[in-house]
């Protein structure tokens, strides 16, 4: 299945890459610095990005079968990125009048305090 995955660049992002790689799954990384991921493998790619930017958000979406997004906060506990972000993903039905109909797998992950 080809996957967009949007928080790729994170600690759950990066799992949920490595993960789907390994069950054979086709990869798109969507991220501000895609080249953080040091990862080479044929079913991989990056997008670099800006989730608050729909039309790069789009047209990362074309061609996709699935869309998973991990977006994160990382250690600050404030600001839209999770909300705002994921709704740019799809969670307010901009799949539905679109020609390639992706599935949407949602997940978001959160800082929850100092280490």
Excluded: Y
Aim: net charge positive; glycine share 14%; aromatic share 6%.
């Amino acid at each position: 299945m080809k996957l967009l995955i949007f928080g790729a660049t994170g600690g759950i992002g990066r799992q949920v890459v490595a993960q789907a790689l390994e069950q054979g799954h086709i990869i798109t990384a969507f991220a501000r610095t895609p080249a953080a991921l040091d990862i080479q493998h044929p079913n991989f790619k990056r997008f670099q990005g800006d989730v608050m930017n729909l039309s790069s958000v789009e047209q990362a979406m074309q061609g996709q079968e699935a869309v998973v997004c991990v977006l994160g906060s990382g250690k600050k506990l404030t600001g839209t990125i999770r909300s705002e972000g994921t709704r740019q993903t799809g969670s307010d039905g901009l799949f539905a009048n679109q020609p390639w109909g992706q599935a949407i797998v949602g997940a978001i992950s959160t800082a929850t305090g100092s280490t």
